[in-house]
């Protein structure tokens, strides 16, 4: 049997965008819980240095993390960890129930939902197999186990391409497959990595298999060139999957909108279709997704859930926010 506990505002995730909501809300005032189902830092634990960070011209991510946590919590959230939400759902009171895995109940009248996305994975045979054994999506915690090894990303965009760059720390050869003629990545990521002689693009090229060795572990990758329909088998003991992450949504009960990958859409106040619950950050549909527009959003929707619950106190049913800031009252 799980507990009952009640708070002005919920966050779900607390990576940079659940933090810094936490850190607003808690310096607010409000009675605030940011539930986490891992450690605090979100994607900053998978990433070894932020560069683009103002005021920080080079942070590790895990000690970024740590001071995120750190000021959310001098300011009075209370940031719970190895808590995994299954279900936010609005009741009739209107207000919402945060339930937990382990049954514990969270009432509240506002939820911000920070809970970021989850890698997109492959879908090929042999993937999920022998993830852990050579399969990774994760290139700083995994990259130190393949010193001097022969690797593969899969990937065109930002997170491949940099940690194509990153992974030659430790590998002999990065090869940097890519089903297209060129990286969607930023022009320095691409210009960092395509100047890197350990990484060697294999274009147009999709993953087809990916197969292990006596030891279960990885030892080869089958290739298709998708202009050519050439198939090839690559010799590699490791191969990092970058092709992009889905939200993590699921935990929402109700009809919310959301675009086609299922991002939620928010207004400019970070309010989703249902009054009083936000969105921020990587979960939410937007141009790019940094630790800045986590930040960026974070601050607003902490800040919005202040104004709907005042609405609330104030005696409005189901606040709107009008275009000057507020709420109508
Ligand atoms: C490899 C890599 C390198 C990057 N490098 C940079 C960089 O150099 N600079 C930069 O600005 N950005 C970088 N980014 C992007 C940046 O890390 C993200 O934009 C940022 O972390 C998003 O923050 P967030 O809080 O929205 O989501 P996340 O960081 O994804 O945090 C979401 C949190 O929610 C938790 N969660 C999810 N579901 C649940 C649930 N059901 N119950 C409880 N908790 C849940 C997760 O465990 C996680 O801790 C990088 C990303 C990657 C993957």
Redesign the pocket.
Known sequence: MGTTFNYDVVI????????CAGMYAGRSMLKTAV????A?????L??E?????PGFEHVLGYELAEKFASHAVKFGAEVKTG????TVRKREDRRFETITESGDVYISPTVIV????TPIKLGVPGELEYAGKGVSY???CDGAFFRNHTIAVVGGG??AT??ADFLTRYASKVYLIHRRDQLRASKILQHRALNNLKIEPIWNTEVERIEGDAQGLVHKIGLRNNQTNERSELAATGIFV?IG?RP?V??IEGHVRHDDMGYLLTDANMQTSIPGLFA????RAQLT??????VGD?TTAAIAAEKYLAAIRDGVREPEIVHTGGYAV
Do not use: H, K, S, W
Not at 40 to 44: A, K, N, S
Not at 114 to 117: E, K
């Open positions: 779900v995730g607390a990576g940079p965008a659940g933090m539930l986490e189902r891992g605090p830092g979100g994607e900053l998978n990433t240095v932020i560069e683009d960070y808590v995994v939400v299954i920070t809970a970021g996305g994760c290139a700083i930002d997170a940099e940690e970058f992450f993590n699921g935990m921020a950050g990587d979960v997704r940094q630790v800045t527009t986590a974070a």
